[in-house]
């Protein structure tokens, strides 16, 4: 189905640029919009434990294999390196870019590059869709990415960077 009338109202996503639209205002107008059947099938993404279809389902694929690497070069510059399992499918675009956002000393510059790879996925999932079922998908997929920076703040931080210390504190006192 296309869904040109839709995207008219939608403004543009550009990568590290907050959005002028929330997931919450996104889905809102999509639930208006979609068949109940339809606007499941949308939000889906965000319950890891609904079997996705499709578009959602590659991105899947592609974020498993995308965490697999970055856990391999974190074990690797640790000197930890064991060799995790080696998965079915092979994204080179991951193995190319993936050094250079290693090499940042930033962690949030690393993320960002990690999330410009994801941007890249995503753009060639919505290679020959246009305004239908799969660019709504793609584009909800982009403004999750975008909205995840905007949730970030300093309580917040501290609060997950406390948790995890603690956390680590206790492996260690059990050794």
């Known amino acids: 189905m296309f869904y040109g009338y839709l995207f008219a109202t939608l ?5 590290g640029v907050p959005a002028e639209i929330t997931l919450a205002d996104f889905d809102k107008i999509a639930g208006d919009v ?6 499941e099938q949308l939000v889906s ?3 890891p434990k609904v079997q996705v279809k499709g578009v959602y389902r590659e991105m899947r694929e592609f974020d498993r294999f995308l965490k697999l690497r970055i856990a391999e070069n974190r074990q690797e510059k640790l000197g930890l390196f064991t060799g995790l399992p080696q998965p079915d499918d092979f ?10 956002a290693a090499a940042s000393d930033d962690p949030l510059e690393r993320e960002r590059m990690v999330d410009l790879i994801r941007w890249g996925k995503i753009d060639d999932l919505e290679t020959g ?3 239908d079922f799969v660019s709504l998908c793609c584009y909800r997929l982009r403004l999750a990415s975008l909205e995840k920076y905007h949730r970030r703040n300093a309580v917040d931080g501290t609060a997950v960077f406390e948790e995890t210390v603690n956390r680590l504190s206790g492996v260690i006192n059990e050794m």
């Open 11 to 15: 403004p543009t996503l550009k990568c």
């Open 34 to 39: 979609l068949s109940r059947r339809r606007f």
């Open 45 to 47: 993404w965000d319950d």
């Open 91 to 100: 994204y080179s675009e991951v193995d190319f870019a993936l050094p250079a």
């Open 129 to 131: 869709h246009e305004m």
